[in-house]
């Protein structure tokens, strides 16, 4: 009777190797204009990566650069936890058009995704919502160079 117990936690508990990212679909998320016009930073250039650890601080420049380039660039609370912050590691993954990075205030929304014309708050880790979002600023860009 022990060992059933024992071998059946260690099946319901999973290893740390294979647990499962941290996606939060309850998070509330709002999108709306942004607040200012759009970018259209000619100094600074494009960030070296796409992806900055809570450790990294980004080169802002470049981030208002890259938003006037029709990038989306995407700010999380620095105090995530690491599973937080592997679920956006693991929902960016290196995609073009796109720069994940900590937010410099520590007041900032725990997401927030940024276009050249949209703002996208989340309280929470809401990578699905992200990836809409972004979808959406897509096919907006896509339409705006076909007229």
Not at 18 to 46: F, L, M
Not at 105 to 117: L, Y
Request: proline content about 6%.
């Amino acid at each position: 009777m022990i060992a059933a117990a024992v071998l059946g936690f260690d099946a319901v508990k999973p290893d740390e190797a294979s647990a499962t990212i941290v996606r939060d679909p309850t998070a509330t998320c709002a999108e709306r204009p942004a607040s200012a016009a759009a970018p259209t930073a000619v100094q600074g250039g494009h960030p070296e990566r796409s992806l900055y650890g809570v450790d990294a601080a980004p080169p802002e420049r470049d981030l208002a650069h890259v938003l006037g380039d029709g990038y989306v660039v995407v700010r999380y609370r620095r105090n995530v936890t690491r599973d937080q912050e592997r679920a956006l590691e693991e929902w960016s993954g290196g995609q073009v058009g796109l720069i994940v990075a900590p937010a410099s205030a520590r007041a900032a929304p725990v997401v927030e995704a940024r276009s050249a014309k949209l703002r996208f708050t989340c309280d929470g880790i809401n990578v699905d919502g992200l990836a809409a979002f972004q979808e959406r600023w897509l096919r907006e860009r896509r339409a705006d160079a076909t007229r």
